[in-house]
Nanobody, 126 residues
Framework: VQLQACGGGLVQAGGSLRLSCTAS????????AGWFRQAPGKEREFVAA????????RYADSVKGRFTISRDNAKNTVYLQMRNLTPEDAAVYYC????????????????????WGQGTLVTVSS
């Protein structure tokens, strides 16, 4: 499966953005998906993950209550709605996917994902 992330941009602190990750080549419904981010000079970090069952999600503590991950299998797309953005959220955001048999399985470990999008840049001005 190939992943294409988009939706990044420049936003003021306190603003919102919605990132999209669209899959092609195979149906995304067989995959758990996640969002990761990497800021300059920092390591890639986990942001959010969603299992094949949309109700099964996990968030990094730093984004809990502000970010929402969701999926629309009919559109082969996973979303990351980001609200109340801060300069600390500025990074390149990557979507990732891993095929899984379980409907409720997901992972916060980047090493478990074998399909990655190209990244989309989020810039937050203070």
């Amino acid at each position: 499966v190939q992943l294409q992330a988009c939706g990044g941009g420049l936003v003021q602190a306190g603003g919102s953005l919605r990132l999209s990750c669209t899959a092609s080549g195979r149906t995304l419904s067989s995959y758990a998906a996640g969002w990761f981010r990497q800021a300059p000079g920092k390591e890639r970090e986990f942001v959010a993950a969603v299992a094949r069952m949309e109700s099964s999600t996990r968030y990094a503590d730093s984004v809990k209550g502000r970010f929402t991950i969701s999926r629309d299998n009919a559109k082969n797309t996973v979303y990351l709605q980001m609200r109340n953005l801060t300069p600390e959220d500025a990074a390149v955001y990557y979507c990732a996917a891993v095929q899984t048999a379980g409907y409720y399985s997901y992972s916060s470990d980047a090493a478990r994902y074998d399909h990655w999008g190209q990244g989309t840049l989020v810039t937050v001005s203070s």
